[in-house]
Antibody
């Protein structure tokens, strides 16, 4: 049974950075694409980027280029999403999501991590 | 970037009725690379359909997907009380730029 367990809620100041983790169990991380999706309060889903660990390649939505970094630590089966230069509009629930193999449709989701950006 | 437009924004229906949700892509999706998700308040999205028409594991057959090219439909044949939620489409035709539609809320009339 595949499970994705994310780190806990964060409160950050504008201009700072946040790093959210997503630990996978019940399957290998390296052979699956991992995406990060966020959802601002009362809003829809927004794809941020993805990584394919076995190829060590990541690509990002244009909106977040230069401000986001997705990485993995295969030794702990954990994926990370770091977002820099935080602003109030980044307040959202951040989800990791995994497909089957390299597919980019998502049967597996983390529980979500609320990141609040406030001065 | 492929933009997905979902309509209507809100659908007000009664249990037992049929729901038809639309998702239109700004350019044709090759190989029907489109998925549908259901999301309830406070929960992560749940995969319903992938490949435009294949039901995910454990999804009841009252949910069906159809369409190709730029126009896709999610149909719920008879609404059950637990089906009232927000539904999103997602394209994965462009692996470097995935995207979601804005969502359709199915509410109880």
């Amino acid at each position: 049974q595949v499970q994705l367990v994310q780190s806990g809620a964060e409160v950050k100041k504008p201009g700072s950075s946040v790093k959210v983790s997503c630990k996978a169990s019940g399957g290998t991380l390296s052979t699956h694409a991992i995406s990060w999706v966020r959802q601002a309060p009362g809003q829809g889903l927004e794809w941020m980027g993805r990584i394919i660990p076995m190829f060590n390649t990541a690509n990002y939505a244009q909106k977040f280029q230069g401000r986001v970094a997705i990485s993995t630590d295969e030794s702990t089966s954990t994926a990370y999403m770091e977002l820099n230069s935080l602003r109030s509009e980044d307040t959202a629930v951040y989800y990791c999501a995994r497909g089957l193999g390299l597919s980019d449709w998502f049967p597996y989701w983390g529980q979500g991590t609320l990141v609040t950006v406030s001065s | 970037e492929i933009v997905l437009t979902q309509s209507p924004g809100t659908l007000s229906l009664s249990p037992g009725e049929r729901a038809t949700l639309s998702c239109r892509a700004s350019q044709s999706l090759s190989s029907s690379y489109l998925a549908w998700y259901q999301q309830k308040p406070g929960q992560a999205p749940k995969l319903l359909i992938y490949g435009a028409s294949s039901r995910a594991t454990g999804i009841p057959d009252r949910f069906s997907g159809s369409g190709s090219g730029t126009d896709f439909i999610l149909t719920i044949s008879r609404l059950e009380p637990e089906d009232f939620a927000v539904y999103y489409c997602q394209q994965y035709d462009s692996s470097v730029a995935l995207s979601f539609g804005g969502g359709t809320k199915v509410e109880i009339k």
